[in-house]
């Protein structure tokens, strides 16, 4: 036997009884704890247990209660580099008492969405460690709240360690979407850290501005674009046609800029024809449309809300407006002839024009008697119009300058006004030719009645 075999085989006899002999065995001590039968004591090195991998671990067969191990791929994504397991008889736990750690898949970052739209988003994210075991998926899930997970909605992209790019679908505009990048292997499912963005939408139109400065042939309108809904702003302005909901395939203006008010110039308008005019603003997503508005410019003996245009309002008139049309409006036909009524009372009323509906309020109150002429004026309903009145002294001479236009009047009658005169009397308008000792003189004399006069007749008016 050679001499250093010999040596060798004596140490191992030598510590092989002495360790049986003794109850406790100290290495690196002289004075080994009474409570251990092994005790390592060093300053400078360490006790080193078997190293193995997850897998191997799980592969000891029968592992006795208090097997010591090292797991080398073991522990969460926060701690890797491996943990000190002990089997506590039914399972592997780390030295704090938690069961062991296995190694999911580490990921280093969930990518920040890009390519956002109203429905659709691009993300993605980076897998730097497998954790000892194939990637079975991977991909990004997604949710309106917080920390989604597989659960929730996802992608299922190819591939296993590095980045990658995943393409979220089906998602709802101007609504707010939390990300999370995530991998899955053997021993569980990773999540990246969570991002969160939010779809495009379309713009919002607060209003389409009312119409103005209206001729024969243009117009001035407008809107006010609230939000451009997370795009820029391509085009604005307003559309018309002759039929409701106009479109941008309908005449349009196209005006410079992004959000905020803004005029437009309508022209290449016809006198007498209603529009309809909507304000409109498109993005990425979709083009919107405000409000709907319409206007006309109107000329004496039009059809136009429930009758015929009788007047329109000039400077020096009340109510006139140089920016929009306003006028009266002659019902078509005579509503019949009756007494104006009670001629004992008096009643204030006036003369001018834009006074009409005031006086016929005030005889309603002061005169119980019916029927009368303010009362059949103010019954009158068409066009599902019910606010008409019998015009004042100057309201009616308007309506018998422009009798031809409007129609329907008698060639020889008399038509009440809504203008009291002195208590007992009101002024009428006759409408036939006047004669004197020589003949035909001139159309029409406004003069005044006994307010229980009959035979003379009714024609109600409202104001547009």
Not at 400 to 415: C, D, E, K, P
Request: with cysteine.
């Amino acid at each position: 036997m050679k001499p250093i075999f010999k040596i060798i085989v004596s140490i191992f006899v030598l510590v092989f009884f002495t360790t049986n002999v003794f109850s406790q065995v100290g290495i690196g001590t002289n004075s080994p704890d009474a409570s251990a039968k092994l005790d390592v004591s060093s300053t400078t090195k360490g006790f080193l247990p078997p190293r193995m991998t997850y897998a191997q671990m799980q592969g000891i067969a029968s592992p006795a209660t208090g097997l010591v191990v090292f797991c080398t791929n073991c522990g969460t994504t926060a701690s890797v580099g491996g943990e000190l397991e002990v089997y506590s008889g039914g399972i592997w736990r780390n030295m704090i008492g938690n069961a062991a750690s296995v190694p999911n898949p580490t990921i280093a970052a969930t990518t920040a969405a890009s390519s956002i739209t109203a429905t659709t988003a691009t993300s993605g994210g980076n897998i730097t460690s497998d954790g000892g075991s194939a990637i079975t998926a991977r991909g990004v899930c997604w949710s309106t709240s917080l920390n989604p997970t597989t659960s929730d909605s996802k992608t299922t992209d190819a591939g296993t360690t590095g980045t990658y790019t995943s393409n979220l679908t089906g998602l709802t505009a101007g609504t707010l979407y939390y990300v999370r990048a995530y991998a899955t292997n053997a021993f569980g499912t990773s999540y990246g850290t969570q991002i969160s963005f939010t779809t495009l939408s379309p713009p919002t139109i607060a209003a389409t501005t009312a119409a103005t400065s209206i001729t024969s042939t243009t117009a001035i309108s407008g809107g006010n674009i609230t939000s451009d809904g997370g795009s820029a702003i391509t085009a604005r302005g307003v559309c018309w046609s002759t039929s409701a909901n106009p479109t941008t395939s309908d005449s349009k203006t196209t005006d410079a800029g992004t959000t905020g008010t803004y005029t437009s110039n309508l022209t290449g308008l016809t006198a007498g024809t209603i529009y309809y005019v909507r304000a409109y603003a498109t993005n990425a997503v979709n083009t919107v449309y405000g409000t709907q508005i319409s206007f006309t410019f109107l000329i004496i003996g039009d059809s136009y809300q429930g009758g015929k245009v009788a007047y329109i309002l000039v400077s020096g008139d009340q109510g006139y407006d140089a920016n929009v049309q306003h006028g009266l409006i002659a019902a078509a036909s005579d509503q019949g002839s009756v007494e104006w009524g009670c001629d004992a009372t008096s009643i204030s009323t006036n003369t001018a024009i834009g006074t009409g509906a005031a006086n016929t309020a005030a005889i309603l109150l002061g005169c119980a008697t019916r029927p009368i002429a303010a009362s059949l004026a103010a019954n009158y309903t068409s066009g599902g119009y019910a606010d008409w009145y019998l015009p004042s002294k100057d309201e009616l001479n308007k309506l018998f300058l422009n009798r031809v236009a409007i129609g329907g009047f008698g060639a020889s009658n008399t038509y009440w006004s809504s203008t009291e005169n002195q208590g007992l009397y009101a002024w009428y308008h006759y409408f036939g030719m006047n004669f004197s000792m020589s003949g035909p003189t001139t159309y029409g004399q406004q003069n005044v009645a006994n307010k229980g006069a009959g035979g003379v007749y009714v024609r109600a008016i409202r104001s547009f």
